[in-house]
């Protein structure tokens, strides 16, 4: 079956330290999101990419960057982590550009930095 | 400015009630809305899209409801199960600038009880 999955599950960090996110998805799908969920604001789009080599900001991308050298990978970076990044990530997909598109959401990452 | 306003007090019924709950927008002329579920530790999962025109989708013990003018969703879950029991998330999009990328609520806790 078709999925999307994410690593590492969890991850404890310092600050100034750059850290990775691995999301990796088999459905095939053009477009890719990074989330971040934290209590009292929701699941907010931090980098989005609609293909190979692209790559969007969002509404919370400063101190992020994605990069997207294939279809099936979008890891994410924390240049130099900071207490603020502590959260939830989580990785989605969609296969259209259009009116309607479904998410498919990975698992999560929990990121703590001390 | 925009905002997609869920209750953030926990709802909690009767195991066999209805629930209902709400999602709420304002200075959004959104395309669609869509509902997830999401699972403590677990990514969202789609439920159920409702598109500008429409009035009412069900989907088994689902129903969606959209009122453009009252700029609400209502999402109901019949005959509710403790394993109904989730975060709900209501996420809608414009369309804006071709972009199509839902953006989220921060989601009502549903506690069903036996």
């Known amino acids: 079956d078709a999925e999307i999955t994410q690593s590492p599950r969890h991850k404890i960090t310092e600050t100034g330290r750059q850290v990775t996110l691995a999301c990796h998805q088999t459905w095939n799908h053009n477009n890719m999101f990074w989330y971040r969920q934290d209590l009292g604001h929701g699941l907010r789009l931090i980098h989005y990419s609609y293909g190979v080599h692209d790559t969007n900001k969002g509404e919370v991308s400063d101190g992020y960057s994605v990069s997207r050298s294939n279809t099936e990978d979008l890891p994410l970076t924390l240049e130099s982590a900071a207490s603020s990044q502590t959260s939830v990530y989580f990785c989605a997909s969609s296969a259209l550009a259009g009116i309607g598109d479904t998410q498919y959401f990975g698992p999560g990452t929990r990121l703590t930095v001390l | 400015s925009q905002k997609i306003e869920q209750n953030s007090e926990a709802l909690n019924i009767q195991e066999g009630k209805t629930a209902t709950l709400t999602c709420n927008y304002t200075n959004y002329s959104p395309a669609y809305l869509q509902w997830y579920r999401q699972d403590p530790g677990r990514g969202p999962v789609f439920l159920l899209l409702i598109r500008e025109n429409e009035k009412e989708k069900r989907k088994e013990r689902l129903k969606v409801t959209f009122d453009t003018t009252l700029k609400q969703s209502l999402f109901h879950i019949t005959a509710s199960q403790p394993a109904d029991s989730a975060t709900y998330l209501c996420?809608?999009?414009?369309?804006?600038?071709?972009?199509?990328?839902?953006?989220f609520g921060r989601g009502t806790s549903l506690i069903v009880h036996p």
């Open positions: 996420a809608l999009d414009t369309g804006a600038g071709g972009s199509y990328i839902p953006t």
